[in-house]
């Protein structure tokens, strides 16, 4: 019994991992000057990604907890303009990963988010400098996956610079005699 379990697992895991080679997915990597504490500390408290993400945001960080944003500053947590992912799994200053769970009223690609997540690598490049890889999974070739994967290709950049402003502001601010 177990050694038909393992088989069946290490078979399940080879069709994973073979798919995730597949070009239905988004890669994009950027440098901060940052460290990876200061980087994994925006990700993974309300102040963090308050600081970068959105004027209301929050979060419970743990497996299945929220992460909660809304991008309009009059608006409220929790209303029909808010974006909800929740938590997936975690490695300590090494990954996290997300998956959207509720959309804005407006979100046009629903669908297709529905079906994918999204996992953040972060990796030490210097004390000062992270390396932060983001791999968006689950796209297929509907349209509407096509759409979502175009718009969201810019949207990770402009998220990045925005953590980049946002650190960079926190080290000057912490820097000053």
Same mark, same amino acid.
């Given at each position: 019994?177990?050694?038909?379990?393992?088989?069946?697992?290490?078979?399940?895991?080879?069709?994973?991992?073979?798919?995730?080679?597949?070009?239905?997915?988004?890669?994009d +990597?950027?440098?901060?000057?940052?460290?990876?504490d200061?980087?994994?500390?925006?990700? &993974?408290? /309300?102040?963090?990604?308050?600081?970068?993400?959105?004027?209301?945001?929050?979060?419970?960080?743990?497996?299945?907890g929220k992460?909660?944003?809304n991008y309009?500053?009059?608006?409220?947590l929790?209303?029909? &303009? /808010?974006?909800e992912? /929740?938590?997936?799994?975690?490695?300590?200053?090494?990954?996290?990963?997300?998956?959207? &769970?509720?959309?804005?009223?407006?979100? +046009?690609?629903?669908?297709?988010?529905?079906? /994918?997540w999204?996992?953040?690598?972060?990796?030490?490049?210097?004390d000062?400098?992270?390396?932060?890889t983001?791999?968006?999974?689950?796209y297929?070739?509907?349209?509407?996956?096509k759409?979502?994967?175009?718009?969201?290709?810019?949207?990770?950049?402009?998220?990045?610079?925005?953590?980049?402003?946002?650190?960079?502001?926190?080290?000057?601010?912490?820097?000053?005699?």
């Open positions: 019994m177990f050694r038909n379990a393992t088989i069946a697992a290490i078979a399940a895991l080879f069709l994973c991992v073979s798919t995730l080679g597949q070009d239905n997915r988004i890669v +990597e950027f440098e901060i000057e940052a460290n990876v200061d980087v994994w500390h925006a990700f &993974t408290t /309300t102040d963090g990604l308050k600081s970068w993400v959105a004027p209301l945001a929050d979060i419970d960080f743990r497996i299945g992460w909660r944003a309009n500053k009059d608006g409220k929790g209303d029909l &303009t /808010t974006i992912n /929740t938590i997936l799994c975690y490695d300590p200053k090494r990954m996290l990963s997300i998956k959207a &769970t509720t959309f804005p009223e407006d979100f +046009e690609f629903v669908d297709a988010a529905k079906e /994918t999204s996992i953040f690598y972060f990796a030490k490049v210097s000062s400098k992270t390396k932060i983001i791999v968006g999974l689950g297929n070739d509907s349209e509407q996956s759409k979502m994967r175009a718009f969201f290709k810019p949207a990770n950049k402009y998220s990045m610079d925005q953590l980049k402003a946002a650190l960079e502001k926190k080290s000057s601010i912490n820097s000053k005699p």
